[in-house]
Nanobody, 115 residues
Framework: QVQLVESGGGLVQPGGSLRLSCAAS????????MSWYRQAPGKQRELVAN???????TYSSSVKGRFAISRDNAKNTVYLQMFSLKPEDTAVYLC?????????WGKGTLVTVSS
């Protein structure tokens, strides 16, 4: 089993920045993909960004150039640095880890972008 705990959400003004963290613990594999998803009220969950164990990253078109995903393998932690936040970025952000054919989810952290 793998446990994921997100942190770093909160209220931020449009144009502001925020950094989310996702710490993994438990039966950690060295082969993985870690992703950030988000779900806004009344909308489907969408993939925001991911990073694999080789360090390859991908981003959705809606956040490319504004968000950056990174990792600290020593801490088993993945980060999502968010810049130039917009009201439409408001959502619950969820961390996901895929390893050994299993899918693990955190409980999410709320990001609200509002003046």
């Amino acid at each position: 089993q793998v446990q994921l705990v997100e942190s770093g959400g909160g209220l931020v003004q449009p144009g502001g920045s925020l950094r989310l963290s996702c710490a993994a613990s438990g039966s950690i594999s060295s082969i993985y993909v870690m992703s950030w998803y988000r779900q806004a009220p009344g909308k489907q969950r969408e993939l925001v960004a991911n990073i694999n164990s080789a360090g390859t990253t991908t981003y959705s078109s809606s956040v490319k150039g504004r968000f950056a995903i990174s990792r600290d393998n020593a801490k088993n932690t993945v980060y999502l640095q968010m810049f130039s936040l917009k009201p439409e970025d408001t959502a619950v952000y969820l961390c996901n880890r895929k390893q050994s054919s299993m899918d693990y989810w955190g409980k999410g952290t709320l990001v609200t972008v509002s003046s």
